[in-house]
């Protein structure tokens, strides 16, 4: 049986494999999982849709640093650094938030301190007119 010229497997010549890479199936993959991402974004943020009334007031002055009312385990008063005494704080109080009742104020408290001073010390300030007042406390560190 001989064989045709041309159906033949020509000898010598082998094919070379291809050096390029095509990236087309890759920009496809991306392009569909972009719009996978970009439909369901929206549909992943939890919470209730509200029409929010709009107003003239001024925006919550949250730049002011808040002031420190620290209390330690002897009961003595701090107001930032400084101490003070409990017939001094709302005038010292007054006088650092420069009679801004919306002022922020953290009371610190030890924790081992007697937690009706605590809000002694609270009420006082709130009867003083301040509206924002705080406590502090610590985050428990979690363990290995």
Known sequence: MAMSAGGGRARGRRKRPASEINVTPLVDVMLVLLIIFMVTAPMMTSGVNVDL??????????????????????????LGDDPVTSDQLVDQLKS????????RI????????????????MGQITSGGFTHVALLAQQPQSGP
């Open 96 to 103: 650092q938030a420069q009679n801004d009742p919306n002022h």
């Open 106 to 121: 953290f009371v610190r408290a030890d924790a081992h301190i007697d937690y009706g001073q605590v809000m002694q010390v």
């Open 53 to 78: 009334p709009k107003t003239d007031a001024s925006p919550v002055n949250a730049d002011t640093k808040p002031i420190t009312v620290s209390i330690k385990s002897d009961g003595s008063l701090f």
